[in-house]
């Protein structure tokens, strides 16, 4: 099993940046394939991202490709969610998640194991 805690959400204005951390405990960070999820109120949870297992490839939804980067530091047992260029439309709570192979990636029932959420929110 895997703990996963995010922090690094917050309030920012258009046009801002914020950077979302992942910190992982439990079994070896670097046996699990990365995701990050969003959840707006009234919405599904949707894909944002994932990493694999060694960080050689990296995936994107359309709507922030070209604005956020995901990474990771398996020495830190630690992923990453770099955002810039946010706008209102990214407010949600972005939530990380693991699993040993998510087939597909991009589908939140793939992953076994989430963290508690951080709100993000992007004012106008």
């Known amino acids: 099993q895997v703990q996963l805690v995010e922090s690094g959400g917050g309030l920012v204005q258009a046009g801002g940046s914020l950077r979302l951390s992942c910190a992982a405990s439990?079994?070896?960070?670097?046996?699990?394939?990365m995701g990050w999820f969003r959840q707006s109120p009234g919405k599904e949870r949707e894909f944002v991202a994932a990493?694999?297992?060694?960080?050689?490839?990296?995936y994107y939804t359309d709507s922030v490709k070209g604005r956020f980067t995901v990474s990771r530091d398996n020495s830190k047992n630690t992923l990453y969610l770099q955002m810039n260029s946010l706008k209102p439309e990214d407010t949600a709570v972005y939530y990380c998640?693991?699993?040993?192979?998510?087939?597909?990636?991009?589908?939140?029932?793939?992953?076994?194991?989430w963290g508690q959420g951080t709100q993000v929110t992007v004012s106008s």
């Open positions: 998640a693991a699993d040993v192979r998510p087939t597909p990636y991009f589908s939140p029932a793939s992953y076994d194991y």
């Open positions: 439990g079994r070896a960070f670097n046996g699990y394939f």
């Open positions: 990493i694999t297992w060694g960080g050689d490839n990296t």
